[in-house]
């Protein structure tokens, strides 16, 4: 039995389709984001996995299990369990997955965020760069450690051609090389009943007016989700009390500057189950999504799934998502906004923009991504093993060993006893004290002689700060 490979746009494949003898291809997914969170990513990887399961195409993947994750359960899907991540331990947590690669054999690595063996071929599967375009701290270890996978990768994959682009842009990959395959509509997004639509309003007080409906964070970092736009839009409507304002998700209030830009208007903040945001979809005047930047723009395809009308803005990748079936308004254009809301008022109006938008989410599946996937995957290997693409070298070995040694707790434990003594001993010094009667100076000679100790409380204060800046994905997968 062989996978047939399709050849595809945006694809290395090259121009004759292949076929791959199943019981030679044997790929690792690193299950690390289902440890954060169940959403956004997590939900892209179920989908994968249970489409794979159904095409027999699993029996290929074996998935490494950290942890608080329903992948697992999927039938036919052979796991592994593995440590927990760590961002405090990439160094290891590197190493340690070459070492589980090597014993299961692996012919490929791919992660579903950003981790990587040392010396088997990985490929990297991506989702935006809004890091890398919106000025964010990249000397994160995330944001290190995303960098690294993209340079250990064999072969990359995005999730839009735009995100596509600027992988290439960002990173000097050469152009049109990386593979793209865009999401489907997670199976929770159809259009709601309305009795469901009635129930959710009932619940939530919402049965008084009609209102817009905004999904996720309002303000991103730097701002890059734009939410003031939509605050500013219905603050200038000629009755900013006609429509309520619905925010799902984000932070758990809403911002109290963005809340003065339209003090008429009534406002809440919602954290709604599938079911029921499908409900408040379906039964929005419109979504309101005014982001500057997206790697895909799941938010735009859901509510068009739900037959809610699309205001959003023409950038990034949410040109490519929304096609012709949204609203488009300038990022900074508050008064364009406020009139493709009014412009929804028009029943003829609306309902050409719902037709348009059930139309465009229907070209979305999750069934012919996992095909893409599983096809460029395979034409991955093909590459490697004709020599046509490298094999990692050893410097990824030195590199996760350098970096496990500087993330250990003993190592940080000594320059940090350095650090005390020289501090101890010029406090003293400043304020005239005796070093040999102080009580201070007399501690940190204890601890300077004391290794366990140190190390103890040396690894105490390196995970402390991890858990303070080390990055964790969010409610939306970002």
Known sequence: MSIYIRPSDRSCSGNAARTLPESRLRIIVDGVFFQYQSSGIARVWTALLEEWAKSGFIEHVVFLDRGGNEASRIPSLRCEKIDAHDYAGTGADGLGLERICRKLDADLFVSTYYTTPTATPSFFFGYDTIPEMIGADLS???????????????????????????????????????????????????????????????????????????????????????????????GRLPDPSRFTLVCVGGSAVIESRLAALAPKTRMIRLRLDDDELRA???????????????????????????????VT???????????????????????????AIERLCDPTV????????TAQASKF????????????????????????????????????ETLQTSQSPKIFGFVLRQELRRRTLAMLRKFGGDPSRSRLWAIARELQHNPERWMTIAGAFLRRGFERWRWAPRQDGK
């Open 280 to 310: 408040a979809s379906g039964g929005a005047h419109a979504l309101l999504y005014p982001s500057r930047y997206e790697g895909f723009g799941m938010p735009v395809l859901e509510a068009m799934a739900c037959r809610a009308p699309v």
């Open 350 to 357: 609306r309902e050409e923009f719902i037709a348009r938008g």
């Open 140 to 234: 994160r270890e995330v944001w290190r450690e995303k960098r690294r996978a993209i340079l250990h990768a064999a072969a990359h994959l995005m999730i839009s051609e735009n995100s596509a682009r600027d992988l290439e842009g960002i990173y000097d990959l050469p152009q049109g090389s990386t593979h793209v395959a865009h999401c489907g509509v997670w199976r929770s997004f159809f259009p709601p009943s309305p009795q469901e639509i009635a129930s959710l309003r009932n619940k939530y007080g919402l049965s008084d007016r009609p209102y817009v409906l905004m999904v996720g964070e309002r303000v991103g970092i730097d701002g890059y989700k734009n939410g003031e736009l939509v605050f500013k839009a219905i």
């Open 365 to 400: 599946s999750f069934a012919e991504m996992a095909r893409q996937v599983a096809n460029a995957l395979i034409s991955t290997h093909h590459r490697i093993s004709s020599g046509e693409l490298a094999r990692p070298n050893g410097i990824w070995q030195d590199l996760r």
């Open 313 to 339: 803005c023409r950038n990034s990748s949410i040109i490519e998502i929304a096609g012709d079936a949204a609203l488009f308004v300038g990022e900074d254009d508050a008064d364009g906004m406020g009139q």
